[in-house]
């Protein structure tokens, strides 16, 4: 078992990782932002050691870049990074999908699990309708972990858990800086769900890739208006 202090200092590496993420995810540390290991104690209160930890898994994310001499910086990923994401999220859903046909995925998606997805997609679609994007990343984040928690192994989860985290870091200055951002804000939650419950994995397949290609509609748009 290991000591508590062990625990303590593990716990507390993981809440200031959660922070920065929140930080990023909420705009307030923009893409090439640096800072230091010193400053992140500092404003947090805490030693160094947890915070070195928490940033250095973040770089190990792609969220952060590292430099020896100047501390870190916040990744600034490109248009092409963005459609890289996109189309690999798209493949490995497709995929997952492809393999669970009618009853083995009305098998999966159902009891309290597909209760607590149905909320949040209840949530993100309002969020999303509201252009309220702060709302928005959260619900929407929260819906997708559990969604494929629901359908593909943790593994799968994981990763596309990662993807989605970057391509909200991309997005969010962006959307944020754009008088119509709210427009492009995917609110196709709710119809994905009712696709699952009624286990029809081609409907749910076909929402899907009206997300994806959404996003990468958004993404020609981003890239004609910065040429």
């Not at 993404?219 to 208006?225: H, K, Q």
Request: net charge neutral.
């Amino acid at each position: 078992m290991p000591a508590s202090g062990a625990v303590t200092r593990s716990t507390l590496r993981q809440q200031i990782a959660d922070a920065l993420r929140d930080e990023v995810l909420a705009g307030r540390l923009l893409p090439g932002q640096e800072f230091t290991v010193k400053q992140i104690a500092e404003q947090y209160g805490v030693s160094a050691t947890p915070v070195r930890e928490a940033l250095v898994d973040l770089s190990a994310q792609d969220l952060l870049d590292s430099d020896q001499h100047r501390g870190f910086r916040v990744h600034q990923f490109s248009v092409d990074d963005f459609r890289g994401m996109v189309e690999a999220r798209a493949l490995v859903v497709d995929a997952v999908f492809r393999q669970l046909e009618g009853e083995r995925l009305a098998a999966r998606a159902h009891g309290p699990a597909l209760v607590s997805v149905r909320r949040r997609a209840e949530e993100a679609a309002r969020a999303a309708r509201g252009g309220d994007l702060n709302i928005l990343i959260g619900y929407d984040l929260r819906f997708w972990r559990e969604l494929c928690a629901l359908v593909a192994n943790r593994y799968v989860a994981e990763f596309l858990h990662r993807l989605r985290v970057q391509t909200w870091v991309f997005s969010v200055p962006f959307l944020r800086a754009d008088a119509e951002g709210g427009k492009w804000l995917w609110s196709g939650h709710e119809r994905l769900v009712t696709a699952l419950t009624l286990g029809d994995a081609v409907a749910a397949r076909a929402v899907i890739a009206e997300y994806d290609d959404h996003s990468l509609k958004w993404a020609e748009r981003l890239e004609r208006s910065h040429r």
